[in-house]
């Protein structure tokens, strides 16, 4: 099926972002140069597809009528009309069945060019961080932002970027800061990334969502997701972490997005303050309303560089084995975001999925002022959002050195996990830590 198509005709699906509403889903489908697509599900799924598969999805996903679908892929392909009918009524039912949540082989079937985690190359990310601001209403010890003050754009700056984001491919925006909250024109920015079709998120201490006026307003601006930093469930150690009475304002502004019906998570960074807590923290936050939780080390970057925050990594297998206790028992889903090397702590062994770094690669970030870092927390500029050439920024030395890994050590780089590993986090290389099996 679809293996021996001729591509004869003029393409179906124009290049660029194609951004499509169902009744359940937030779809997008970027088509490339040479015709292959990436599906994007609700920011969270993303599927790899040859130019028939992109093709097809297309025609279904515009409602295209089913005469005018089978003349274009008989033109597009060379093929026969009953041929043509048949592939698409079988396409249907996959992409009826990949939307509704099923597995991996229908996709197989279809020869999708599923690959493996982190072997394809792409030409944008799937996601971009907007940091609008460096300022910030809390001030957490263990923060990966740097002390410092940065220009910030103008609401038509921040505009100009998000559409330029949009022409690009890149469906998926997340404001982050700082505290992106302590921008006035936040709902304004998301309003117009609700225009331009992308899904929007926001990373916040969820103090201003206290506020249900606030929280209204960005939802009817069109705000998809939320994240709240959730520190702990003793209010004690989450004001000290983050050196505030921000804890009762945090808490109800995840009980506000929780009774809003808006898909909200919470993440904790796992620290020597609050590691012992981690199973009460996962309980506080079922009983909170949620059904989904997220936790990450210590990042090696901005002021965590300045104290003794981290645990070993022996103390953080026993905090992730009673975790996973906890959030079996509560039924609950979590997500680990930091990447590690396997050698020291694998997620496989945990159900976590495949981790790694991918900054630089499948999301960037752009900071106050345009420069666009490999990721929040990696201050190197790749250049300037807003003022070079795209081709330069990806396709630069700072980015494409973080897409084939330049920056891991010769241990690394002849171990066999490295494909999914990628070597853990490159500001923990960069900083000395060394790969256990070196030690």
Known sequence: MFRNLK????????????????????????????????????????????????????????????????????????????????DLAGFRKILEGILAGGGSEPVSYVNMDVTEPFQRDVSAPYRMDIALT???NVSCGHCYNQTREKKELSTGEWKKALTRIRNLG?????????????????????????TLGLVTGLLTNGVKLADTDYLKKLMEAGLDHVQITLESSDEAIHNAMTQSDSFSKTVQGIR??????????????????????????????HELGLNAVASNAVIQSGKALEGDFAIPVEKLETVMLSMEEELDRLGMRFIWYSPTRYCAFNPLEFDLGEK??????????????????????????????????????WNGELLKGARERT?????????????????GCPLENKNGEPCRDST
């Not at 490339?32 to 599927?47: F, H, M, N, P, Q």
């Not at 770094?357 to 250049?383: F, H, K, M, R």
């Open 407 to 423: 920056w891991v050590d010769d241990t690394c780089g002849e171990c066999v996990h490295l494909t999914l590993c990628g070597g």
């Open 7 to 86: 591509e004869a005709g003029r393409r179906i699906a124009a290049k660029g972002l194609h951004h499509f509403r169902t009744d359940n889903h937030r779809i997008h489908l970027r088509t490339e140069e040479d015709g292959s697509g990436l599906l994007t599900i609700d920011a969270s799924r993303v599927i790899h597809l040859n130019p028939v598969a992109a093709d097809m999805t297309w025609l279904i996903l515009s409602g295209a009528q089913e005469k005018e679908s089978i003349s274009a892929i008989r033109k597009r392909y060379s093929v026969k009309k009953k041929q043509a009918a048949s």
């Open 134 to 136: 460096y300022r910030c």
């Open 256 to 285: 506000n997005c929780v009774s809003a019906g808006i898909h909200t998570i919470t993440n904790t960074t796992i620290t020597k303050k609050n590691a012992d807590g981690m199973v009460n923290t996962i309980r506080f936050a």
């Open 356 to 393: 790694r770094c991918t900054a630089g690669e499948y999301n960037l970030c752009i900071e106050p002022d345009g420069e666009v870092l490999p990721c929040q927390s990696w201050y190197e500029s790749a250049g300037n959002f807003l003022t070079d050439n795209w081709e330069d920024i």
């Open 170 to 194: 890149i469906p998926h925006v997340i404001f982050t800061g700082g505290e992106a909250t302590l921008r006035e024109d936040l709902a304004e920015l998301i309003d117009h990334s609700e």
